[in-house]
Structure formats: C-alpha cells, structure tokens
C-alpha cells in the first residue's frame, strides 16, 4: 500500500503538507509504510484489532447488553506530533491548568473574580456543576483539579485550539498506554529510529501525584482506585490504571464511613483508607451529600473529607470549571490569575445566554456546532451544517427555553490524517486529549490521545458515537531535519 | 484484601469448575454410548436429575432427548448452570478482579467464553459432542493450570482454589450420584457385566479410570464409591478436595490446622474429621444417595460461613443503649 491515491484535500493533515509531501516528522514512518511488501499493513491491522479483543481492551455501550461489548477500534497508522508544536502546547495547557485550579480555589472561597465582574455571578451560580457544599473547602495542598483531559482541536491553519476542559473524571489514558504497546509490536525498527517520546511513565507519576496527596503522615498511604462498577464504559481503565499503579481498584460498597474515617472491607477486617483516585462524578459520591438515590457512592465521606482524614482526585466541585459555558470565559480566566495572554487560544464561542450571542446563533444555526454546558460524550450536541432543518427547530427551541444551558460553536474545520479504511488511506478528521497531572508541579503527557472520527467526514470523535483512536508520537523536531 | 475481590476470585473459579464438571456429566452417558450402543437414547434423564433442575427441564423442554439434554446444560442462557450461564458469569467475576489475577488467566478465559459463543454458531456440540466437551474440559484445566503456574500462591490465590475445590467436590459427588439415577440393565442384559460398564463411565467422567485400576485392579461398586470419595491422592477425590481447601482457608486465617478461629474453618473442619473417620462400608449401609445428598448439604453451609466470615462484613455498631 502506497500514498500516491491519498489526497489531504483542503484540510489540515497531520502527516502531509499541502503538497502532498511528508511533514518532515512524518518521513520516516511514511517511508517505512510504503516499503512494507503487499498486504503486510493489512495483516499488522488485524493482528492488532485481534490482540486488542483477546486482552478484553474493551468499552460498553451505555443501555444494552453484554452483546453490546466492543473493543474501542484502532488504527495503527499513527498520528504524529512535531516537537515544536508541542512544546508550545504543552506549555499552553499549563498555563490553563494553573489558573483554572485558581479560578475554582477562588469561585469555593472570596469569589474575588465574581466580585471584579469578570465572570457574571449568575453564569456561576446556574451552573449545574456549582457545588455550594463545596464552598468553604480547602483541598489537600490547594490543588482541586488533580488530573485534567484537555480536547484540543487543529483547524486549517495548523494551530491547536482548547475545544473543551475536561476536568472532572476524564478518561482515555488507558488507551494512549496500550495503543502504544501495541504500536512498538507493530512497527519496531521506525519506532526506534524515530524517537518518540515515552509515554509508559504515566503510572507512576499518577501514583506519586496520588501519594502526594495523603492526609495521614503515614509512610505507606493507602490509595485506591474508585470504580462504579464492570458496567462502567471506562471499567477497563480503572481497572488498568489500579493494575499498573499496583494499588486497590475499589467500589462504593468496598468502603464504609465510621469513626471519622473511610474504611474498607477486607478478609482481615477494616482498613483505613487515605486517598481515592475517584473515577465517580460528585452527583454520585455521596448520597448524603449529593444525590440520595446514589448507590454507587458512600455514604458520609464528604464529611470525612471536609475533616481533612481523606484526599480525593479529583477534588469535589471542580465540574464549575467544565461548564462548557464557562469555558467562554476561561481566556479571561487565564489573563485575571495569572497576568499573562493565554498561549492556547479557544475556539470562539457564543454563550447563548447573551441576548446579542443567541440571536446571532438562532439566525445561524447551519453554520454552528451547539453544544449543552454539561454533557459529554458527543450527547446533546448539534452540528448544524450536517444536521436536517427540523434537528435544529428542535434544538432552537430548546437554546430559547433554556439558554444559559447551550453555548455555540462556528463549525471547526478538524485538521485530518490518514487512516486505513477498505484497502487505501483515508483522510479522517482527529482531535488530541493530552492528560495533565497536579502535583507539586504540572506533568504533561507526552502527545495523548488521538480521537478519530472514522465516518467518512464525520466531525465526532466519540466512542460512543462511532470514533476510533490512534497511538501519537511526539517526535523531537531537531531529530526530524 | 478487600472481601469483595476475594469473593469474586472464589466465585469465577467455581464456575470454570462448575462449567468443566457439566461436560463431566454429559460424559458419563456418552461413555456409556460408545461401549454400549444398545443404550443409545436410554439414560439422558439421569443427567438432568443429578443436577437437582429437572423440573425446570421438564417445563420447559418436556423431553429427554440427546439434543434437548444438551441445549439445556451447555447453551441454555436462562439456565444458571449451563455451560454458557458459568462461562459468562465467571468472566464478569474476572473482568472485576482482572487486576488481581494474571493477564493469562484473563485471556484465556475471555477467549474460552468468546469462542463457546461463537460455537452455538457451528453446532459441534450436537454433530460430535464427545469432541466438544472434551474441548471444554481441557479449557477448564487450562485455565487452572495458569492459576496454578502464573499467579501468585498468596491470599487471593487461597481463595480462588478453595472456591475451585469446594466446587470440585460437590461436582464429584454428584457425578458419582449419576449412577444411582441410571436405569436399571433390561431382562436379556441381566448378567451381563452392564454395571460395570456404567461403574465405568462414571469413573472416566471423572478421569479416574487408570487411576481407580492402579489401586483396585478391577471394577467394584464399594471400590468406586472408596475412590472417588475417601482417595488421599487422587485431585478429584472428595476427601483430597476437602483436605487442600482446608489448607488453604488456614493459610488464609493464620490458624494452625486442627483449630478454629471462624465459623468457616469449624464448618470445613468437621466436614474434613467426618471424612476422616468414615469407611465406604458405612456409606453404603447407610446409602450411598443419601450419603451423597448430605454432604452437598454440608457443602452448602460450609460456602454459607465462608460467605459471612470473608465476604459480609459489618461495620461495628454503635453500642446505643449504654449511652442513652
């Protein structure tokens, strides 16, 4: 299989210029592929997709049954990331990190921002995701947004732009670990020679970050890995990461509150525990605290953690930040704490609780991406130049009954890298989750998830909603010259 | 350990071992059919009744017949203990504990439950079901033998074999069981050496033929019943099931062997001292149905104090009347 039919059409693409020449991070894996003998790449595809299966690399599909179970597919053409990009990036999305962390130390304390009237109060208070238990808190070491998935996006002019802050539970690392296992399989000798940046070491800083946070001064804390359970779409990831830190994955009904402290149920008795990587949302936690039809949560352990006796990742409340509709305000977030221009532009945004945004959004809804401030997963979501007339009726009315729950989007033009579909390359459309960690200083994994949307012209990336995902190398520039 | 990881352990070796032991069933008759063809169609209905279903059975599938006894124990997903049924729930009790176990053992039963799925497709298990079940049979010791070879003999692994062994045992005797359900030889066949070719078969199901004969030469009905109950060295013997399982719950609570800390270890324990001092003669004074349908009884409550010692524990309660 060769490159000579691949066309990057008018598009941004990942692994070819404009004229249809390699990137010059991109040459050497392109040169490898097309010196591949006939059908090789195929075979590699499948052995891949096959390996993926046997090891249950698996997700379900929310409402169906177990026939339902696929694995997440992959691509094993990777997606390459220049060096120099990247370091801006990397250095981007700490500087976005670090105020955001600010922004919700300040939003559960003085309210200094509100008061200053760079956000309107009323955005903050309507949000869904606003937790006023919250207020008051004060997380181990000041730090609220432990690990963050941030969604960037690459339009036609090669620039990366922040999509969406994912600050609550995100997931996807599982997979940047294992595609890459996959890959080295996949292609050895390219991945020697080209240098990709290591990705393996995420585990342990994620652990460290963990320990970090230990309330007890304890040599050895106890922490856990939170789940709601097998039917969990990202199961496989709790799991995966509780593995490889080597630490207890566990579920709500493995711990109980008593005496102050959480404990867990095991063989020997009750067990203190000193810190949750909780991968439940707030809602779920603790249904005297939240939600009280919750089964999933623990009952009483927002009291304990309020008493200081256990650290949880992330920190309650810090959903304020991935209100989509405050994401709007997250430049001027950057600018207010930190002094400094964000280096990580976002992609514009009309908030439709404006009366001058939502009218301009209404008159042109074919033109728009329309998101709602608090879903994820490519649900309520309107992509308006692929939508029918009646789609966006609905939603219209929708945006008027409630707008301070929509914010919109001009349809980005999501840069493309080819993919394998039938017996040639594609181009198909990509975004990047890179994954950050908090400690006592901000880790940035290098490259991250790669989403790909693999219908044809398909700008949704999801996994539930028919996308794929890639390994992504970030390639030192200078050794690319 | 947390108890509910420990639980799942002892649950999904159970049910390779429950899912392995119904192959062992169905073998009994299709033994029976290649030494006796004469027999061919007579004997599915003990299969059912060993298993204690047979009014399920009866309602929904009526007939005995070679095809509806084996829908019913190896594809039925209504029925909790076919083949499929105990496939699938001890992948879900893996999938929760994948963590814990080795990555060999996930696969490999991952793979053995996708591949039975896909095997409904192909319907081996009706055009050569000798060949099927023995498939089954040598995935289920696979998958032990990966326990066994690539997880470490710890906590968790003293779980998963006890709950694999208690399995075993009641399994064991149910196979053993399968003969007293069995019909009794037509008139021309009387005198023929017919009970001992179903002596045979239960032997064989329970892959103790050679070694029955390496220790009583030829088939006796008090020498079977010695076997497969009393051996000391034989793995599926009941008496060898119970005596590891005890040493594993001991290594679990600390406990010397001989003493008891828990309700798990008195239960286990006095089932273990009855074995020990019970000959086969008494056993078949006593009958050996009966004796059989005790001990899966025993059996039962010895899973129910491993349940509330391991599995269910409580939270102190607050002693509120002295501070009122």
Redesign the interface.
């Known amino acids: 299989m060769d490159f000579s039919d691949y066309r990057t059409e008018d598009y941004y693409d990942e692994l070819f210029q404009a004229n249809g020449a390699p990137r010059s991070c991109s040459r050497l894996l392109i040169e490898k592929i097309e010196s591949l003998p006939d059908g090789d790449l195929m075979q590699k595809q499948k052995a891949a997709e096959a390996m993926l299966?046997?090891?249950?690399i698996t997700f379900n599909v929310y409402g169906s049954d177990?026939g339902a179970e696929k694995i997440f597919p992959f691509d094993v053409i990777p997606r390459v990331v220049a060096g120099d990009d990247w370091e801006k990036t990397e250095a981007g999305l700490k500087q976005r990190i670090r105020s955001l962390n600010a922004f919700i130390d300040d939003i559960y304390h003085g309210k200094k921002i509100l008061k200053d009237k760079v956000i309107p109060e009323e955005i903050i208070l309507s949000s869904k995701t606003y937790r006023k238990e919250c207020e008051g808190l004060n997380p181990p070491k000041g730090i609220w947004c432990h690990v963050t998935g941030t969604d960037l996006v690459r339009d036609k002019d090669g620039q990366f732009y922040v999509l969406e802050d994912n600050l609550r539970c995100p997931s996807g690392v599982s997979y940047v670990l294992e595609n890459r296992q996959v890959l080295k399989r996949t292609f050895p000798q390219v991945f020697a020679a080209s240098n990709v940046r290591a990705v393996d070491e995420y585990p342990n800083r994620l652990f460290e970050m963990l320990e970090y946070l230990a309330p007890r001064s304890t040599e050895a804390p106890v922490v856990c890995v939170l789940t709601p359970?097998?039917y969990n779409s990202a199961?496989f990831e709790h799991?995966?990461l509780?593995?490889q830190m080597g630490v207890?994955?566990?579920?709500g009904?493995?711990l109980?509150v008593?005496d102050g402290f959480v404990?867990?149920?095991?063989?020997k008795?009750?067990k203190k525990v000193d810190v949750l990587y909780r991968r439940i949302d707030d809602d779920f936690i603790d249904p005297k605290a939240f939600r009280p039809d919750s089964v999933l949560g623990i009952p009483g352990i927002m009291e304990v953690y309020k008493a200081g006796r256990i650290a949880m990742a992330n920190a309650p409340g810090t959903g304020i930040a991935d209100d989509k509709v405050i994401y709007a305000y997250v430049p001027k977030i950057i600018k207010y704490y930190s002094g400094e221009d964000p280096i990580l532009p976002n992609v514009p945004t009309y908030i439709c609780w404006n009366d001058k945004d939502r009218s301009y959004v209404l008159d042109n809804l074919d033109k728009l991406v329309v998101k709602a401030a608090n879903e994820s997963g490519g649900y309520g979501m309107l992509i308006g130049p692929h939508a029918s007339q009646k789609e966006r009726e609905e939603f219209a009315e929708l945006i008027k009954k409630s707008p301070r729950n929509y914010m919109a989007q001009p349809t980005v033009m999501l840069s493309r890298a080819p993919t394998i579909v039938g017996g040639g390359f594609e181009g198909r459309h990509v975004d990047l989750r890179p994954y950050i960690l908090y400690s006592d200083s901000i880790y940035v994994l290098p490259g991250g998830l790669t989403r790909v949307a693999l219908k044809k012209g398909s700008l949704v990336v999801n996994s539930s909603q028919g996308g794929g995902s890639k390994d992504t190398w970030v390639i030192d520039s200078r050794s690319c010259a | 350990m947390l108890s509910r990881v420990a639980n799942s352990g002892y649950w999904m070796c159970r049910y390779v071992e429950r899912a392995e032991n119904v192959a062992r069933f169905l073998g009994v008759n299709l033994n029976l059919l290649l030494d006796m063809p004469s027999e061919a169609g007579r004997q599915w209905e003990p299969m059912i009744q060993v298993t204690g279903d047979h009014e399920e059975f009866q309602k929904r599938y009526g007939e005995y017949t070679q095809e509806n006894v084996i829908q019913f124990l190896t594809f039925d997903r209504d029925y909790p203990n076919s083949i499929i049924s105990c496939l699938y729930a001890a992948r879900e009790n893996a999938r929760s504990i994948r963590e814990i176990i080795s990555s060999e053992m996930w696969e490999q039963l991952n793979t053995f439950y996708l591949d039975l799925k896909h095997s409904e497709q192909t319907s081996l298990a009706f055009r050569d079901p000798n060949k099927f079940l023995s498939i089954i049979k040598m995935r289920g010791h696979m998958f032990s033998g990966l326990m066994y070879s690539t997880m470490s003999h710890g906590e968790a692994w003293h779980f998963n074999r006890m709950g694999l062994l208690l399995e075993r045992a009641d399994k064991t005797s149910r196979i053993l069981d399968v003969k007293y359900f069995m019909l009794l030889p037509r008139p021309e066949e009387v005198g023929a050496p017919f009970d001992n070719i179903q002596w045979a078969a239960v032997l064989k199901s329970a892959s103790a033929l050679e070694m029955y004969r390496k220790r009583f030469h030829r088939i006796a009905p008090k020498q079977v019943i010695e076997f497969l109950l009393f051996d000391e060295q034989f793995p599926r013997s009941i008496r060898h099931c119970l005596t590891k399982a005890e040493e594993s719950m001991h290594w679990i609570t600390g406990t010397p062997m001989g003493r008891f800390s828990t309700p798990a270890e008195k239960a286990l324990g006095r089932l273990k001292a009855d074995f020990d001092y019970t000959e086969s003669d008494e056993v078949v004074a006593q009958g050996v149905h009966e004796f059989l349908d005790n001990l899966q009884t025993r059996l039962n409550k010895v899973d129910e104090a491993v349940n509330c010692t391991f599995f269910k524990l409580r939270p102190p309660q607050k002693e509120q009347t002295q501070s009122q």
């Open positions: 299966l046997q090891m249950g177990e359970g097998i199961y799991s995966f509780a593995q207890e994955l566990v579920e009904q493995d109980v008593f404990h867990m149920r095991t063989t008795g009750f």
